[in-house]
Structure formats: structure tokens, C-alpha cells
């Protein structure tokens, strides 16, 4: 790596939304640790990940600068401010356009990531989510406490959140991918068009409709993993 530099490249091998081939030559030359996907390595909480973090000039060479910092926190390895990013990013794609995750729901790496310096800590996320993918802790904190919950291809929360806070990585359109929020105006238009589409007119008791849902799934979730511990130690009697 080159010196006081710790530089990281990601490839985004599972959607190929980044342009690998800018940095070629810098991947030949061995100056950089290169991981196939950021968002797998986040979930997997991968070693190069603190290294680079805890390095004096962290480059990260992948996608929108917000979505590698949300990442980075994720993975409990915050970066300083003297991080630099490199957004290899291909222009934004359309939902329709964007490749779904050819890999199975216990291997893919699509989950939420929170932006802390947006996020209001309103809790519809939480709401929001059928899957158990999100816990909120007594101060009100939401996090993405079970990521592999999450639904593949579904970005849905982060449409509805009223302050742009969640990011999907691999999702084609902005700002929920990650990339910087703009035109405000246009974003709040553009959540409540969502809001009205997922949960109607009356949003609280769409939500608290949902709330029930998700109980109950999480419930049934329970008692399918009870049976099955059952007859694993039956069998095994």
C-alpha cells in the first residue's frame, strides 16, 4: 500500500455497479487490499475493514461516500475524517434496471445501512419493517440489528424514511443508494408519493397494522425454530 495510505477497492461483484476497471492498474500493482463486495465484507464484519479504518489515510475506492461510511460504522469501524473516497460509482439506474442478487437469501449481502447524521430516530423504519431487521434501543436509537432478515431486493423502508437515512448500497436509485441528498423539495415529494403508495392515507394505522403483521411473523418464526430444535433432539435421542 502505498505509504501513510491504506487504500481498499471494491468490486461489487454481486451487481457489478462499479466501474472496477478504472482502477485496474492500481489493483495489479498490489498497492490496495481488494475485496469482491463492501457490503459482504460489512456484513461479515471482515478484518481488512478495521485495518483500513484504523489507518492514518484511509482511501476507499468504491461507491457513494455514504453509503462506505454507513457501511464502515456498521461493521463497528468508523472512519476519520481523513478519509478519502472514490465514487466508481456507474451512473443510477433505474429500480426496473438494476440486476437482483443471483446469490441466496443466507448468502446475499443486501441489507439496510443507517446515515447517523440524518437520521431523527422517528422509528418508522422499525414500524415499517415485517422482517425483525431492525431493533430500537431504549434512547430511541433505531439500528440494523438483524440484517439477514432482510427481504432481497427490497428497498421499501428506505423509500418511506422521512429523512433519507436509510441506504441500500446495490439499490440503482438516489438517494437511497447512498448518494447525496439534493434537491429537498423533490425528496419529501417523492416520500410522501411512497407513502401514500405503501401504506395509504393513514399512515399510523397502516403502521400499527404492520406492527401486528410483524409480531405475528416473528412469532411464527419462534415456534418453527422450536419444532425444529424439537425434533433435532428427537432424532438425535
Same mark, same amino acid.
Given at each position: 500500500?502505498?505509504?501513510?495510505?491504506?487504500?481498499?477497492?471494491?468490486?461489487?461483484?454481486?451487481?457489478?455497479?462499479?466501474?472496477?476497471?478504472?482502477?485496474?492498474?492500481?489493483?495489479?500493482?498490489?498497492?490496495?487490499?481488494?475485496?469482491?463486495?463492501?457490503?459482504?465484507?460489512?456484513?461479515?464484519?471482515? +478484518?481488512?475493514?478495521?485495518?483500513?479504518?484504523?489507518?492514518?489515510?484511509?482511501?476507499?475506492?468504491?461507491?457513494?461516500?455514504?453509503?462506505?461510511?454507513?457501511?464502515?460504522?456498521?461493521?463497528?469501524?468508523?472512519?476519520?475524517?481523513?478519509?478519502?473516497?472514490?465514487? @466508481?460509482?456507474?451512473?443510477?439506474?433505474?429500480? +426496473?434496471?438494476?440486476?437482483? @442478487?443471483?446469490?441466496?437469501?443466507?448468502?446475499?449481502?443486501?441489507?439496510?445501512?443507517?446515515?447517523?447524521?440524518?437520521?431523527?430516530?422517528?422509528?418508522?423504519?422499525?414500524?415499517?419493517?415485517?422482517?425483525?431487521?431492525?431493533?430500537?434501543?431504549?434512547?430511541?436509537?433505531?439500528?440494523?440489528?438483524?440484517?439477514?432478515?432482510?427481504?432481497?431486493?427490497?428497498?421499501?423502508?428506505?423509500?418511506?424514511?422521512?429523512?433519507?437515512?436509510?441506504?441500500?448500497?446495490?439499490?440503482?436509485?438516489?438517494?437511497?443508494?447512498?448518494?447525496?441528498?439534493?434537491?429537498?423539495?423533490?425528496?419529501?415529494?417523492?416520500?410522501?408519493?411512497?407513502?401514500?403508495?405503501?401504506?395509504?392515507?393513514?399512515?399510523?394505522?397502516? @403502521?400499527?397494522?404492520?406492527?401486528?403483521?410483524?409480531?405475528? @411473523?416473528?412469532?411464527?418464526?419462534?415456534?418453527?425454530?422450536?419444532?425444529?430444535?424439537?425434533?433435532?433432539?428427537?432424532?438425535?435421542?
Amino acid at each position: 500500500m502505498s505509504a501513510n495510505k491504506s487504500i481498499l477497492i471494491c468490486r461489487c461483484c454481486e451487481r457489478g455497479l462499479v466501474d472496477a476497471n478504472a482502477v485496474s492498474d492500481l489493483i495489479a500493482s498490489g498497492q490496495a487490499a481488494v475485496v469482491p463486495d463492501l457490503c459482504r465484507a460489512a456484513l461479515e464484519n471482515d +478484518s481488512v475493514l478495521e485495518i483500513i479504518a484504523s489507518g492514518e489515510r484511509p482511501v476507499i475506492y468504491a461507491c457513494h461516500p455514504r453509503a462506505v461510511k454507513a457501511l464502515f460504522a456498521f461493521a463497528g469501524h468508523p472512519l476519520p475524517a481523513s478519509a478519502e473516497f472514490i465514487n @466508481l460509482r456507474i451512473p443510477a439506474l433505474p429500480t +426496473s434496471q438494476t440486476p437482483n @442478487l443471483s446469490t441466496s437469501p443466507t448468502r446475499s449481502a443486501w441489507f439496510p445501512v443507517i446515515d447517523e447524521d440524518r437520521c431523527s430516530r422517528c422509528g418508522q423504519c422499525f414500524e415499517f419493517c415485517l422482517f425483525g431487521v431492525y431493533e430500537k434501543d431504549p434512547d430511541g436509537r433505531v439500528r440494523v440489528a438483524h440484517p439477514q432478515s432482510c427481504k432481497n431486493n427490497c428497498p421499501a423502508c428506505a423509500r418511506i424514511c422521512p429523512e433519507t437515512a436509510i441506504i441500500f448500497p446495490k439499490v440503482g436509485e438516489s438517494p437511497i443508494n447512498g448518494a447525496e441528498v439534493s434537491d429537498d423539495e423533490e425528496r419529501k415529494a417523492n416520500i410522501k408519493i411512497n407513502v401514500d403508495e405503501l401504506l395509504g392515507s393513514d399512515v399510523y394505522a397502516a @403502521l400499527n397494522a404492520r406492527k401486528q403483521k410483524r409480531q405475528s @411473523l416473528l412469532n411464527q418464526k419462534k415456534v418453527e425454530k422450536a419444532l425444529a430444535e424439537r425434533r433435532s433432539h428427537s432424532e438425535n435421542s
